[in-house]
């Protein structure tokens, strides 16, 4: 799991991090794990709105654990104190960070850097992805 925060008031990326679940955790532990970790980052960084990236509807192989971790994110933002948060594929993050859905893949699988970004070149894509959804939460 990526995550990345963002400060709008700035304009720039304050953090973009990987959280782990232990290999040796059971399936519920690891979940119980993910929502602690949810709920601890946006304290820490004192985060008022939040997004996830969610599977697409049409994937061709729908990973249930998967699925079993975005509910659970989206369970910890409901239960924390954000101000807005929103969850979706990537036409929704898109839509939040007012791009078009057609330039959303660019940006992160080639690197085109469309938002400007320090160091964006340097990030894997699933941070770019982050960090596009950290940026697009602000608009939640």
């Known amino acids: ?4 925060i963002f400060d709008s008031e700035a304009n720039e ?10 290999a040796a955790f059971e399936w519920p532990v690891a979940l119980k794990y993910v929502r602690s970790s949810v709920l601890d ?13 969610t599977s697409e509807p049409v994937a061709k ?3 249930v654990e998967r699925v079993q971790v ?5 369970e910890a933002f409901a239960s924390s104190a954000l101000e807005g948060y929103f969850a979706g594929p990537i036409a929704v993050g898109a839509s939040r960070l007012a791009v078009d859905r057609a330039s959303f893949k660019p940006m992160t699988k080639e690197g085109r850097n469309d938002m400007e970004v320090d160091g964006w070149e340097d990030m894997s894509e699933v941070r770019r992805e982050a960090v596009l959804y950290a ?3 602000a608009n939640a």
């Open 1 to 4: 799991m990526t995550f990345a």
């Open 13 to 22: 990326i304050v953090n973009v991090e990987d959280i782990q679940i232990p």
């Open 41 to 53: 980052v946006l304290r820490e960084y004192r985060v008022e709105r939040a997004g996830v990236r």
């Open 61 to 63: 192989s729908l990973s």
């Open 70 to 74: 975005e509910g659970v994110i989206q």
């Open 135 to 137: 940026m697009g939460a």
